[in-house]
């Protein structure tokens, strides 16, 4: 069985900072925060699958989620709304399938969510659901199938925006070496929930602090790496 685990600290694209036990005093920041994380995700994938299973997990922590149920056709232009909710939560969660690449609407939020990360401190966790990191990172296998289509594609219109979406997907690639293969994926499932919920915590979200799980900072940060 092959192993599954998280680097927290790379996963996040940032060093976690440390947290005052005193849950009651936050500062609220100026941008307004209808949500606190962003699921990106390849909806033919995994929409009713591992990323539904995901949002439900995580608005029963009360951690407010978006989750976009459009799907979106090859080629046709990604929602001014859709992009303009990335503005929004403090943290994003890629969820790296199989055929990610293969959507356009997917590299167009992707490409949005590493300009967040780098212009906001946006916390951005990638999750390599049953793919190999080194496929995502390399771009081989079908990640290399779908920017051939793109080239192909683009190459008459924008071939820069095609560069851009490899450029963000090895940005994000490269924040985490970890993935779920094989293994129990509610145990997965659990310890990525607790980190978000870690992670919201030291960065003052409004989440209450009687849904934090007692043992929150600990499996987050110590247990997650041999958790499975």
């Known amino acids: 069985m092959a192993s599954t685990t998280i680097n927290v600290q790379s996963a996040l694209g940032t060093s976690l900072s440390s947290t005052s036990n005193d849950s009651s005093t936050w500062s609220e920041p100026q941008i307004c925060r209808?949500?606190?994380v962003f699921l990106n995700f390849r909806g033919e994938d995994t929409r009713y699958t591992f990323t539904d299973h995901l949002y439900n997990a995580l608005v029963d922590k009360c951690i407010r989620t978006f989750k976009d149920n459009e799907e979106l056709a090859y080629g046709k232009p990604i929602k001014r709304e859709l992009l303009d909710a990335i503005d929004k939560p403090r943290m994003a969660v890629i969820i790296l399938s199989k055929d990610y690449a293969s959507s356009t609407w997917c590299l167009e939020?992707?490409?949005?969510?590493?300009?967040r990360m780098e212009d906001?401190?946006?916390?951005?966790?990638?999750?390599?659901?049953?793919?190999?990191?080194?496929?995502?990172?390399?771009q081989t296998e079908t990640f290399a199938s779908a920017f051939d289509e793109h080239g192909n594609h683009f190459k008459d219109q924008n071939i820069e925006k095609v560069k851009m979406w490899r450029d963000a997907l090895k940005r994000v690639a490269n924040l985490s070496e970890h993935y779920l293969k094989d293994g129990s994926q509610s145990k997965f499932m659990k310890s990525i929930v607790q980190l978000i919920l870690?992670?919201?915590r030291e960065t003052h979200s409004n989440v209450d602090g009687d849904n934090l799980l007692v043992e929150t900072n600990y499996l987050a940060k110590e247990e997650?790496?041999?958790i499975f």
């Open 120 to 138: 906001r401190g946006m916390r951005v966790l990638p999750i390599f659901y049953h793919v190999d990191p080194r496929d995502v990172q390399n």
């Open 34 to 36: 209808e949500y606190d």
């Open 224 to 226: 997650i790496h041999g």
């Open 109 to 115: 939020e992707l490409a949005k969510i590493v300009e």
């Open 198 to 200: 870690c992670e919201l």
